[in-house]
């Protein structure tokens, strides 16, 4: 079944400890992204990927890293994590930036 | 940069009647667009996308979108209104001459009245 796997769905834990969103699609899309999803705000990009090793900033990426070092998977880490990144967040991945994206179920994150 | 605007942040419909979700887009050259629904705790799904190949686009469920280039428009619509269609709606851009970044409206929250 062609789908976009995010773990962990749900995490809470404490302000500025290190943290790991692991994002992994099995539909060899070259596009990857990941998004946090804020009542009254939509979606907001965090970071997208083209391809393996390549990397580029969206709208919100202040406190936020990624890696793309293999094509199925995008990690979003949060070095220190601070309260103001509590949100729901998103992986999307597509077979190229023009294309539909298919999402994952999400990731609910409280940092406290 | 793009953005995007979805009018009403809450729609309510009465169950058969016409549904009006608005959405427009600013750009000049015209970008690719997007309908996507969200059902409670799941995540986006693909609606509908222009492609450029017609402005009147159907979708999934009976859903359609007309792309109008003179009011920068894409417009979701759908003759009745079912129970299940209850939903958050976001319409997305990505622009064809400027990136690879997307932008999504704020959201329609959709509610449909039996």
């Known amino acids: 079944e062609a789908q976009v796997t995010q773990n962990p769905r749900y995490l809470i834990t404490v302000t500025g400890k290190k943290l790991t969103v692991t994002c992994s699609q099995n539909?060899?899309?070259?596009?990857m992204s990941w998004y946090r999803q804020d009542p009254g705000l939509g979606l907001r990009q965090i970071y997208y990927?083209?391809?393996?090793?390549?990397?580029d900033k969206g709208d919100v990426p202040e406190g936020y890293k990624v890696s793309r070092k293999e094509k199925r998977n995008f990690p979003l880490i949060l070095e220190s994590p601070s309260p103001n990144q509590t949100s729901l967040y998103f992986c999307?991945?597509?077979?190229?930036?023009?294309?539909?994206?298919?999402f994952g179920d999400g990731t609910r994150l409280s940092i406290l | 940069a793009q953005s995007v605007t979805q009018l009403g942040s809450h729609v309510s419909v009465s169950e058969g009647a016409l549904v009006l979700l608005r959405c427009n887009y600013s750009s000049s050259v015209p970008p690719y667009l997007f309908w996507y629904v969200q059902y409670p705790n799941q995540g986006l799904q693909l609606l509908l996308k222009y492609t450029s190949a017609a402005t009147l686009v159907k979708g999934i469920n009976g859903f359609e979108a007309e792309f109008k280039k003179s009011e920068t428009s894409f417009h979701l619509t759908k003759p009745s209104a079912h129970m299940s269609d209850a939903a958050e709606y976001f319409c997305a851009v990505r622009a064809t001459n400027t990136g690879n970044q997307f932008y999504f409206g704020t959201g329609t929250s959709l509610t449909v009245i039996p």
């Open positions: 539909m060899n899309h070259e596009y």
């Open positions: 990927s083209m391809n393996v090793e390549v990397t």
């Open positions: 999307a991945s597509s077979f190229g930036g023009s294309q539909p994206q298919h």
